[in-house]
Structure formats: structure tokens, C-alpha cells
């Protein structure tokens, strides 16, 4: 088993643009069905202080998000720039 070269987080987007796959997790679960911008209205300072998100919500997108994300794979072009 070979060492682990590097860890990387992305939290904004660089690796993968992952809005559209929170999106619809987001419209699968609420009751509430925002608008692509609306939603992306969220983001703008802490979305954990949004009095609209509880906890019971958060836990079901994060465990279908956390979900979807074993799906995702690097693009060749990025593997070749590590």
C-alpha cells in the first residue's frame, strides 16, 4: 500500500462544481421548493445561521450528499497535476 501523496478539499467548487447535486437533494427533501438562485442565496455568509435550515433536514442532505459523492471521480487533467 503505497503512502498518501495528498488530501485535498474543496469547498468552493474547484475540483467539482457540486450545486447542481445539492440542488436536488436540497428540492428532493424540503417541503419549501426554492429556485436555483434563491438557493444559491443560502451561501451567502453562514448557512447555518438561515433560521429555515433544522437539524432534521440537515442530516438527510448530508448523509444524500455524502452519498452522491462516492460517485464523483477526478478528471484525468487534474490526476496529471497532482
Known amino acids: 500500500m503505497g503512502m498518501i501523496k495528498a488530501i485535498i ?20 427533501i424540503s417541503e419549501k421548493k426554492l429556485s436555483k438562485d434563491n438557493y444559491r442565496d443560502f451561501f451567502n455568509g453562514n448557512i447555518f445561521e438561515r433560521t429555515e435550515i ?4 440537515a442530516r ?7 452519498e452522491a459523492f462516492k460517485y464523483l471521480r477526478l478528471d484525468d487533467k487534474i490526476k496529471i497535476n497532482l
Open 60 to 66: 438527510k442532505f448530508y448523509k444524500l450528499q455524502n
Open 54 to 57: 433544522d437539524e432534521e433536514n
Open 9 to 28: 478539499f474543496d469547498f468552493d467548487g474547484v475540483i467539482h462544481d457540486t450545486f447542481d447535486l445539492a440542488y436536488k437533494i436540497n428540492v428532493e
